[in-house]
Nanobody, 114 residues
Framework: QVQLVESGGGLVQPGGSLRLSCAASGSIFSISTMGWYRQAPGKQRELVATITPGGTTDYADSVKGRFTISRDNAKNTIYLQMNSLKSEDTAVYYC????????WGQGTQVTVSS
């Protein structure tokens, strides 16, 4: 059974940076398009970035140019480098497959505030 463990969140000032990590157990990771999702208080979970097994990336308009998704298939890990953070980026961030969602991890809280 695949498990997802997100880490790297925290409190950061507007304009700051954070790097999130998501470690996945299980053999399906390397063949899956993976994504970073986020859920702000009172809002639905939204997809912010995806990366294919070969490294092709895509981003939501709200984060394009500020966030970078990457993956290390050897380590079964994906990353999200977040720069120029804004208060509206405050949310719990999760990783999961883009298609064929599996059990969600606990997520990692990102708070952007002065």
């Amino acid at each position: 059974q695949v498990q997802l463990v997100e880490s790297g969140g925290g409190l950061v000032q507007p304009g700051g940076s954070l790097r999130l990590s998501c470690a996945a157990s299980g053999s399906i990771f390397s063949i899956s398009t993976m994504g970073w999702y986020r859920q702000a208080p009172g809002k639905q979970r939204e997809l912010v970035a995806t990366i294919t097994p070969g490294g092709t990336t895509d981003y939501a308009d709200s984060v394009k140019g500020r966030f970078t998704i990457s993956r290390d298939n050897a380590k079964n890990t994906i990353y999200l480098q977040m720069n120029s953070l804004k208060s509206e980026d405050t949310a719990v961030y999760y990783c999961n497959r883009r298609v064929g969602i599996i059990a969600w991890g606990q997520g990692t809280q990102v708070t952007v505030s002065s």
